[in-house]
Nanobody, 120 residues
């Protein structure tokens, strides 16, 4: 059974840091790229950062460049999002996604999310 389980969210004051983790199971994680998305109340889900299966290419949303870092450990089947200098506008539910190709078709698996709240 495919599972992606996010953890590490919480309440943090502005300027603080959090590290999110997403543990994968039930599929060959190292064959899939990974991404973090977020969705704030009343807004559409948006892409935050992406990393390829081998960790070689990184993409970030303009709003988080220089503050967030995506990384992965294929030996642990885990992708991370280090978030520094957090701002109130970073408040959202954060989701991880694994994406790839299976039987020549694009596939994507989602986690259930972890809440990040930035507030004093």
């Amino acid at each position: 059974q495919v599972q992606l389980v996010e953890s590490g969210g919480g309440l943090v004051p502005p300027g603080g840091s959090l590290r999110l983790s997403c543990a994968a199971s039930g599929f060959t994680f190292s064959n899939y790229g990974s991404s973090w998305y977020r969705q704030a109340p009343g807004k559409e889900r948006e892409l935050v950062a992406s990393i390829t299966s081998a960790g070689g290419t990184l993409n970030y949303a303009d709003a988080v460049k220089g503050r967030f870092t995506i990384s992965r450990d294929n030996a642990k089947n885990t992708v991370y999002l280090q978030m520094n200098s957090l701002k109130p506008e970073d408040t959202a539910m954060y989701y991880c996604k694994a994406w790839g190709v299976l039987d020549r078709r694009p596939v994507g698996y989602w986690g259930h999310g972890t809440q990040v709240t930035v507030s004093s």
